[in-house]
C-alpha cells in the first residue's frame, strides 16, 4: 500500500473500490443485480437437481433422487422396446432352415443375425475365438475365418459346434474325439520318422530317408483317424496335415509333442446359456466371416 | 483513496434505457437490414425445391436423419463436410474483414440479438408511445391502463418470439408437414423443445435483456476490439469541433455542440457517445443520425458524431482535410482478407463442380492382419463403402488394380456387380486373395488401388489400399 494517489484519474472516471496498491485503483463496476440474481438462481436449481435426480454418494449406491430417475433402468426400458420390435424375427429364425438365411434371400434375418450373432460373439467367444474371430493360431483356438474347418464348416455343423461344444463332459451330445498319446507306444526313433512324414506330405522341409520310413509307421497308427492320404476325418474332428493351417503349430517341435502327447481341445455348449435365436444367429454371424461352406 | 466512508455497492440495478425513435440514412440502413435478413429467416424453409421422387422437396433442408444437406440443387453429404467448414472459415474471415474496416457493425446491424430488440423496440414503441410516454408510463402505478398496454405488449412480443423459434424447427424437418404436426400436438418432443426454449430465450433477451446481453453475456465486442486497429471506422464524436458544448443561441466560444442530448436519447445502449469510445457502444448509429438532425436545424454541418478512424482525430485536430471513407476501408489489411476469403470461395465453388457423383471408401479390416487359408494363400478384408450421389439408381463394378496378382472375392459369393440405389450408400465385405507363388503373399505390404466403375457410365471412382502379406518376420 502506498498512499500516492492515481494522478491519472479522469473526471469521468467511475468511482474506485477504494483499494490501491503500488498506485495501482481498482475501478468500482458493479456486477448488474440480476446476474447475481441468476447466480442464486442456479444454486437453488443445483439443490433442486441434487433432490429430484440421483446424486449424494453414499456406502452403497447414491441418492436415488425423488423422480426416481435411473439411466439402468432407461437401458433396461430400450432393451425391451427392442427385444419387443425383434420378436418376430427371433422366432422366425428359430423355425427357419439356417442355410436359407441369405442377404439375397431373406436380408431382414439375415442382417438382424449378423447384428446380433456379431454381438452374442464379441461377448461369449470372443475370448477365446478372439474379437476378429481369428482364433489364436498355434496354441488350439481355432481361426474361424480361414476355410479349414475341423469339424465342418456348413452353418448347421457351425450350428451343432456352438450348441453342444467339443469334448466337454457336461453335453452329452458334444463332438467328442480323443487322440492317442504315443509316447510309449512308438519308439523315438519311430516317432522322429512319423513326424518327418507329416513334414513332407504338408510341404514342408523334411528328412527323406526319415519320412519314408515315416509312412508306414502313419499307415499303421495314424491313418485310421487321419485317413490314408493324411487329409484328416471330419466326423472325427481329425485335422487335414497335408495343408497349411496348423491348430497346435506346424513346425517339427510341434508335430513331435502332438504325437507324443496327444492334444484335447475343449469347446463349452452353449444351448444352455445362450437361446436358440442366439445361438443360430451366432452360428450366421461365424458362418459369414470369409470361411463359410 | 476514495473519499467515502460507506463501502462501495458491489452490485448494480439494471438502468432502463427509452431510446427515441428517430430518422436518417443509418436507421433506414437498420430497417433495410432487418426486413431482409428476418424475411431470409422466416421464408427460406417455405420454398419448395423439385429433386425427384423419394427426396425431399424443400429447398434448404438440413436432414438429420439421413444426414444430408439440401441447398437448392446442392446436395452435401457427410464426408463432404469440408464445405461446411470451408464456409465456416469464409464467415470468420468475413467477420475480420468488416470488423477490421468498420468496427463492430456486426452488432450495431445484424446480429440477432440486435435486430430483434430493434424489432421488440418497435413494437413498444407502436403500444406505449415513445421516449417520453414510455418514461411517464414507468414511472406511472399499475393501474389498469399500465396493465392493458404491458400485457398487449408482452402477447405481440411472445408472439414474435414463438414465430422465431417456431421458423427454426422447419429446417430440420419436412415445413408443411411439420406446422401441421406442431399445431395437432403430433410432432416430436425435440421440436416442441427447440420452439419452447427459442421462445423463451427470444422473450427474455429482446424484451428486458437487451443490451444487458451485449455488455455482460456476449463475448463478441471483446473479440472484435481485438480485430480493430487505429483505422478501423467507429462511431466518433468530434470534440474539437463540438466543445465547449452549451445551450442558448449566445455561442461566442462554444462549439457546435447543443447539448441537447439528441445523441443519448435515441441510443440502444444507454450511454453517451461524447465521452469517447466505449465498449458498449455497438456503432448502430443512431446517434449520428439524430445529431445531424440538429446540425440541419441549426445550420451547422453534419458530421458532429460521425463514422471516424482513432487517426482522423490527430488528423483533423492538426487542421488536415478529412481522410474519404474509402481510404480507410480500403487498405492493406482489409485487401488480404479479402483476397483471401474470395480464395476460398472460389475453391468452395470449384470443388462444388469438380466433385464426383459416386464416392469410395475402403476400410481395410486389420484384426486379423490376415488370414492363411489351406492352401496357403493369404486373404486381406476390406470393407468398402459405395456412395451412388446420382438421383437414379445404379449398378456398380468393383475391381482391383495391381502389379501383383491378387484376386478379389464380395462376401455371399456374389458377382463383382452390385446395386446401389439412388442416393443411397452401400457396404459391401470384399476379400483379396493372393496365391501362395504370388509376390504379394510373401511380401510385407503391397500397395494396390480399388476401384469402382458404374455401369453404363464412365464414372469411376478409386481408392488406394494396402495389401498385408506373411512379410519378412
Ligand atoms: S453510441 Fe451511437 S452508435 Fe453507439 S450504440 Fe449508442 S447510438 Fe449506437
Ligand atoms: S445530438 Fe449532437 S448536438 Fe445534440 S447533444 Fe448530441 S452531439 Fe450535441
Redesign the pocket.
Known amino acids: 500500500m502506498t498512499d500516492q494517489e492515481n494522478s491519472n484519474l479522469q473526471p469521468d472516471d467511475p468511482e474506485t473500490t477504494g483499494h490501491s496498491w503500488d498506485g495501482i485503483q481498482e475501478f468500482n463496476n458493479p456486477l448488474p443485480r440480476w446476474w447475481l440474481w441468476c447466480l442464486y438462481a442456479s444454486i437453488v436449481w443445483a439443490v433442486l437437481y441434487t433432490v429430484a435426480y440421483p446424486a449424494w454418494p453414499m456406502i452403497s449406491g447414491a441418492t436415488p433422487g425423488l423422480l426416481g430417475y435411473s439411466t439402468r433402468a432407461e437401458v433396461a426400458e430400450e432393451i425391451d422396446r427392442y427385444d419387443a420390435l425383434n420378436a418376430d424375427l427371433r422366432t422366425q429364425l428359430t423355425e427357419v432352415n439356417l442355410a436359407e438365411v441369405t442377404q439375397e434371400a431373406m436380408p431382414d434375418l439375415y442382417n438382424f443375425s449378423i447384428q446380433s450373432g456379431g454381438a452374442t460373439f464379441a461377448t461369449w467367444c470372443s475370448q477365446c475365438h478372439g474379437r476378429g474371430a481369428n482364433g489364436v493360431q498355434a496354441s488350439g483356438y481355432p481361426s474361424l475365418l480361414d476355410d479349414d474347418w475341423l469339424w465342418g464348416g456348413t452353418v448347421d455343423d457351425i450350428h451343432l459346434t456352438i450348441a453342444h461344444g467339443i469334448r466337454n463332459e457336461e453335453d452329452p451330445d458334444a463332438r467328442w474325439s480323443e487322440m492317442t498319446a504315443f509316447e510309449g507306444i512308438l519308439s523315438d526313433e519311430e516317432i522322429s520318422q512319423v513326424v518327418n512324414y507329416v513334414l513332407a506330405v504338408s510341404d514342408q522341409e523334411a528328412d527323406t530317408s526319415l519320412a519314408a520310413a515315416g509312412e508306414t509307421v502313419f499307415l499303421d497308427n495314424c491313418a485310421a483317424c487321419h485317413g490314408d492320404d493324411a487329409m484328416g476325418d471330419r466326423y472325427l474332428g481329425a485335422p487335414n496335415l497335408t495343408d497349411r493351417i496348423w491348430l497346435y503349430g506346424g513346425s517339427p517341435e510341434a508335430i513331435e509333442e502332438t504325437v507324443r502327447h496327444s492334444r484335447f481341445g475343449v469347446m463349452p455348449p452353449w444351448s444352455g446359456r445362450l437361446s436358440e435365436a442366439e445361438v443360430r444367429a451366432t452360428a450366421i454371424y461365424v458362418h459369414s466371416r470369409g470361411g463359410g461352406e | 483513496m476514495s473519499s467515502s466512508d460507506a463501502p462501495p455497492k458491489l452490485y448494480a440495478a439494471q438502468e432502463p434505457i427509452f431510446p427515441k425513435k428517430v430518422k436518417g440514412t443509418f436507421r433506414n440502413l437498420k430497417w433495410v437490414i432487418m426486413f431482409v435478413t428476418l424475411g431470409i429467416y422466416y421464408i427460406t424453409p417455405w420454398i419448395r425445391w423439385d429433386r425427384g421422387p423419394s427426396l425431399p422437396d424443400q429447398a434448404v433442408l438440413v436432414d438429420l436423419a439421413g444426414r444430408r444437406f439440401f441447398f437448392f440443387w446442392i446436395e452435401i453429404w457427410p464426408h463432404e463436410f469440408y464445405f461446411v467448414a470451408g464456409l465456416l472459415i469464409m464467415a470468420g474471415l468475413g467477420l475480420f474483414l468488416f470488423t477490421s474496416a468498420l468496427g463492430r457493425v456486426w452488432c450495431g446491424y445484424t446480429c440477432p440479438q440486435t435486430v430483434w430488440t430493434d424489432l421488440f423496440y418497435t413494437v413498444e414503441r407502436w403500444i406505449e408511445g415513445d421516449r417520453n410516454a414510455r418514461l411517464r408510463l414507468w414511472k406511472s402505478k399499475w393501474d389498469f391502463r399500465k396493465w392493458r398496454l404491458r400485457i398487449t405488449k408482452w402477447i405481440v412480443w411472445l408472439l414474435i418470439a414463438v414465430a422465431t423459434g417456431g421458423a427454426w424447427v422447419f429446417y430440420f424437418a419436412d415445413a408443411p408437414t411439420l406446422l401441421w404436426d406442431l399445431l395437432t400436438g403430433q410432432a416430436a418432443f425435440v421440436a416442441y423443445a427447440t420452439v419452447g426454449v427459442l421462445t423463451a430465450t427470444t422473450f427474455l433477451f429482446g424484451g428486458f435483456a437487451r443490451e444487458q446481453i451485449c455488455i455482460y453475456a456476449c463475448p463478441w465486442p471483446r473479440i472484435q476490439a481485438a480485430m480493430m486497429d487505429e483505422h478501423s471506422l467507429t462511431v466518433a ?1 468530434r470534440d474539437w469541433r ?1 466543445e465547449d ?1 452549451g445551450k442558448g443561441k449566445d455561442r461566442e466560444g462554444l462549439g ?9 436519447n435515441v441510443c440502444p445502449m444507454g450511454i453517451d457517445i ?1 465521452d469517447g469510445q466505449q465498449m458498449e457502444c455497438i456503432t448502430c448509429a443512431l ?1 449520428i443520425d ?2 445531424d438532425e ?2 440541419d436545424k441549426t445550420g451547422r454541418e453534419r458530421g ?2 460521425d463514422y471516424l478512424a482513432l487517426t482522423d482525430e490527430a488528423n483533423e485536430r492538426a487542421g488536415n482535410p478529412k481522410v474519404p471513407v474509402m481510404r480507410h476501408i480500403l487498405r492493406p489489411r482489409t485487401l488480404i482478407y479479402t483476397a483471401l476469403w474470395s480464395l476460398i470461395g472460389v475453391g468452395l465453388v470449384v470443388a462444388l463442380f469438380i466433385r464426383s457423383e459416386i464416392g469410395l471408401t475402403v476400410a481395410p479390416i486389420r484384426n486379423p492382419q490376415y488370414v492363411i487359408l489351406s492352401d496357403g494363400s493369404i486373404r486381406n478384408t476390406y470393407d468398402i463403402r459405395i456412395r451412388n450421389m446420382t438421383q437414379g439408381d445404379a449398378v456398380f463394378r468393383i475391381g482391383l488394380t495391381s502389379d501383383e496378382i491378387l484376386r478379389v472375392d464380395l462376401e455371399g459369393g456374389q458377382d463383382l456387380m452390385v446395386d446401389v440405389p439412388a442416393d443411397e450408400t452401400l457396404l459391401q465385405r470384399v476379400y483379396v486373395i493372393a496365391r501362395p507363388d504370388d509376390p504379394a503373399a510373401t511380401a510385407d505390404r503391397t500397395e494396390l488401388r480399388f476401384w469402382v466403375e458404374e455401369f453404363g457410365t464412365n464414372e469411376r471412382a478409386y481408392q488406394s489400399q494396402s495389401f498385408i502379406g506373411q512379410g519378412t518376420q
Open positions: 464524436y463540438g458544448r457546435d455542440c447543443i447539448d441537447c442530448n439528441a445523441c443519448v461524447r446517434c439524430a445529431c440538429i446540425m458532429l458524431i
